[in-house]
């Protein structure tokens, strides 16, 4: 009998061409997704190359008390937050306005707070899952690896808009009210834009005005920011408020120096950026400190 008729040698070389096959598959397969620890911390990045969890030991956050001239705007969010956290209905929250008054510090200090006032109460810690803008055609994967999970989630884009070329928009509709699925009971999405809408004004009057029915093709933008329920404004703040804020992150960081001294450096580095904001109050004090040789207090 020769080697090429050996019944032996013949299943030797197709086990050995199956085993190169599944090689060659097993290449091109994405990765798995590693079974996230969320007991590793209460906040983490979701990152989508490839896809993982990352913990973040220590989040960059504002103190509450330091958020001034929001107060309605953050019992809001504070109420919704609080109500999702012991498991009651709630609403996706868009967090929308000006610059630099703080929407995303907000979203954090809020996240803290709650679970401090949890701590007793709950074993469960609400966690906070920040996902980039990019990453947002991802929302499905993750929010199937945290659906099953005993912890309630809040899910933050910050900074979230589209470009008129973008069509990730669509996904982001269905994942937050429609879809097969819907969204899990344990997660709520909180973003933050410039916009109210998410999408430019350019955009909209484009579709209107290449649609064969212009009425629905705005519609089926806007319809986007319906999506949030909960609406919250935030708007340049005034010259009283800007200096509460100075005046609060002085004594916050214990710098020591009076007002009479700080106030009006404080307005003259306003004036330069044309500009008042939560955001140009903190740079002011960073300013103040490093001149004067003291550290900032960690968060």
């Known amino acids: 009998m020769t080697q090429q008729s050996d019944p032996a040698h013949a299943a030797a070389a197709t086990l050995e061409m199956l085993a190169r096959i599944a090689d060659a598959l097993e290449r091109l397969a994405p990765p798995a997704v590693p079974t996230p620890d969320f007991e590793a911390a209460d906040a983490f990045v979701w990152h989508n190359e490839p896809p993982r969890f990352e913990p973040v030991p220590r989040v960059n956050r504002v103190e509450m008390d330091l ?27 868009l967090l929308w306005g000006a610059r630099g008054m703080g929407k995303s510090s907000l979203v954090k200090a809020a996240h803290a707070s709650i679970n401090r006032d949890l701590a007793a109460q709950a074993p469960a810690r609400l966690k906070l899952v ?32 589209f470009d008129s070329d973008d069509t990730s928009y669509k996904s ?6 429609g ?3 819907g969204r899990p009971d344990n997660v709520i999405f909180y973003a933050t834009s410039n916009r109210r809408h998410l999408l430019p004004r350019d955009m909209m009057e484009n579709e209107r005005s ?9 519609e089926e933008k ?8 909960l609406w919250l404004g935030f708007h340049k703040c005034s010259q009283d408020e800007y200096l509460a804020m100075v005046e609060g992150y002085v004594a916050h960081h214990g710098l020591g120096v009076p007002e009479e001294q700080w106030r009006p450096q404080a307005l003259e580095w306003a004036t330069t950026r044309g500009a008042r904001s939560g955001r140009t109050a903190f740079q002011f004090v960073q300013d103040l400190a490093g001149r004067l040789g003291l550290p900032l207090k960690a968060a």
């Open 222 to 229: 806007v319809s986007l920011s319906d999506r949030f329920g």
């Open 179 to 181: 879809g097969i699925e």
């Open 130 to 161: 920040e996902i980039h803008r990019e990453d947002i055609e991802a929302l499905p994967a993750l929010m199937g690896l945290v659906r099953a999970s005993a912890h309630r989630f809040i899910v933050f884009c910050d900074d979230l808009s």
């Open 172 to 177: 982001l509709k269905a994942v937050l009210e």
């Open 210 to 218: 290449t649609a064969i029915n212009p009425g629905e093709a705005v």
């Open 67 to 93: 958020l001034q001239g929001i107060d309605r705007v953050r019992d809001q969010l504070v109420e919704n937050t609080s109500r999702f956290a012991r498991g009651l209905p709630a609403n996706n929250a």
